[in-house]
């Protein structure tokens, strides 16, 4: 099992920056690849970005030159520096973890989510 708790999101105006932390915990050397993933009130769950163990991104169309994923010790830790924001930035988002099980495959972790508003 791996267990993931977000940090960081709050509310800020159009054009400012904000940056998530997710810390993994538990089975993180079983983790293969970490992201991010938002959910705004009436639509489905979306890609934002991820990030793979050996640094492979992957961005959403919608942040691609206005976000950035990073993992700096390629084991527990994703952030996700977000800037220029817009108001349709605004969903909770949720860090994401697939790890691989022996036997199992690939299972999918999330976290609790944390509340991004942007809002003049």
């Known amino acids: 099992q791996v267990q993931l708790v977000e940090s960081g999101g709050g509310s800020v105006q159009p054009g400012g920056s904000l940056r998530l932390s997710c810390v993994a915990s538990?089975?993180?050397?079983?983790?293969?690849?970490m992201g991010w993933y938002r959910q705004a009130p009436g639509k489905q769950r979306e890609l934002v970005a991820t990030?793979?163990?050996?640094?492979?991104?992957n961005y959403g169309d919608s942040v691609k030159g206005r976000f950035t994923i990073s993992r700096p010790n390629a084991l527990n830790t994703v952030y996700l520096q977000m800037n220029s924001l817009k108001p349709e930035d605004t969903a909770v988002y949720y860090c994401?973890?697939?790890?691989?099980?022996?036997?199992?495959?690939?299972?999918?972790?999330w976290g609790q989510g944390t509340q991004v508003t942007v809002s003049s």
């Open positions: 994401s973890a697939d790890g691989l099980e022996a036997g199992v495959g690939i299972n999918r972790y």
């Open positions: 538990g089975r993180v050397f079983s983790i293969r690849v």
């Open positions: 990030i793979t163990v050996g640094g492979t991104t």
